[in-house]
């Protein structure tokens, strides 16, 4: 019996994680749950999983998470740093980081030092310090293993393959929403056509950045901690129909691929289990029923975000950190309709020019660029909102 930490419970991939571990109750039991507001789902959450924890970071919605648990033995919390400790409890086996965003840092360190085994959702935690992270992976050996379906892929492709070299990654895309269309249509898109992913079902942050390429450019930048490599042994390929996850490509030429229908209860599985594989009642892929999988170059000239997600990589020391707090500022300023679909990139752009690049940076550096950063991305949709008024 495993014992599980879900962060961010109440997401797309926490709620998916939950139906998992319903799934194989003598194997797992979600020992600690947290939500960033969602206090309803929390609550329901808490009373069905019974964890030994539930944390909610919105202080306002602390009370009503406080009083509709009063009756149980869950024990209620309340903020960021409530998170940071309870992580390191000596019971905790797994943290998986479900977080949206540079949230996820902190509370990944801390289970980190503290021995835990990380199934990582986050894929920001290793954009904004993928140096540090892996280096305190490694001095207190623990396993960072990935959620997201695309880096799941690659970890299982290799397995097994310890002791032979890479020649290349190939990440896959769906594309999105607006895959083939130029910048004169991307110039008009809304919110609501942004929101509608062909192929999966995730929040709103993720799909918008799955629909601008961002998504893919910080897949990049995860992938290169995660597996070790240099920039110009991942490739980007777009392959609509979200059937091959990703592949690898070994020195003799051979290329795995892993396969299978878009799930992400697949990947968090394999993930919580490893490295064992375990039975479960999936939706099975029948080639029959996909008898064409199509494969094409993404527009980086169309979708400039993963064009600034590959020169960031390159760029290295803060510049990555820089990239993602600046994407999720203007996101949310997307979601909001106060910027347009293109400006997002224009954004982070000029925030790359317009914060100081460090180039090894500390912890304290990735708290202060990040700040800094959404300070400035803040400041130039302010300044855009202006001058259209």
Request: charged content about 20%; proline content about 4%.
């Amino acid at each position: 019996m495993k014992n599980i930490a879900v962060l961010g419970s109440t997401g797309s991939i926490g709620t998916q994680t939950l139906e998992v571990i319903q799934d194989n109750p003598d194997r797992f039991h979600a020992y600690v749950l947290t939500a960033q507001t969602n206090a309803d789902l929390l609550i329901a959450q808490s009373l069905k999983f019974k964890p030994a924890y539930a944390i909610i970071c919105d202080e306002q919605k602390y009370p009503l998470v406080k009083q509709a648990l009063a009756h149980t033995a869950v024990k209620v919390l309340c903020g960021h740093q409530a998170i940071c400790e309870v992580v390191t409890e000596k019971h905790i086996d797994m943290v998986l980081t479900a977080m949206v965003g540079f949230a996820g840092l902190e509370p990944t360190i801390a289970a980190i030092k503290a021995g835990k085994d990380i199934a990582l959702a986050n894929k920001e935690t290793l954009v904004v310090a993928g140096e540090l992270v892996t280096q305190l992976a490694k001095q207190h050996n623990v396993k960072i293993l990935p959620v997201d379906s695309e880096h799941s892929a690659i970890f299982q492709c290799l397995a097994g393959e310890e002791h032979n070299p890479i020649e290349k990654i190939i990440l896959t895309a769906s594309g999105g929403p607006f895959r083939g269309k130029g910048l004169d249509y991307l110039s008009t898109v809304t919110r609501e056509a942004a929101l509608k992913h062909p192929n999966w079902v995730m929040g709103a942050k993720i799909t918008i950045d799955s629909a601008s390429l961002m998504n893919k450019g910080l897949e990049v930048i995860e992938a290169k901690w995660l597996f070790n490599l240099n920039v110009n042994k991942i490739e980007v390929i777009v392959h609509p129909q979200s059937i091959i996850h990703s592949m690898v490509q070994f020195i003799d030429g051979s290329i795995k691929a892993q396969m299978g229908l878009p799930d992400m209860k697949l990947p968090i599985q394999y993930a919580l289990t490893y490295p064992h594989r375990v039975r479960n009642d999936f939706k099975r892929f029948s080639f029959t029923d996909h008898p064409t999988l199509s494969f094409e170059k993404p527009d980086k000239q169309s979708f400039r975000n993963l064009a600034l997600a590959f020169e960031a990589l390159e760029k290295g020391g803060n510049m990555p950190c820089i990239i993602n707090a600046a994407n999720e500022i203007a996101v949310a300023g997307f979601l909001k309709d106060e910027v347009g679909f293109l400006a997002m990139s224009d954004i982070i752009e000029q925030c790359m020019t317009g914060i100081t690049f460090v180039q090894n940076p500390s912890l304290d550096d990735y708290l202060n660029t990040d700040k800094e950063t959404r300070i400035l991305a803040q400041n130039l949709i302010k300044h855009n909102a202006a001058i259209k008024a």
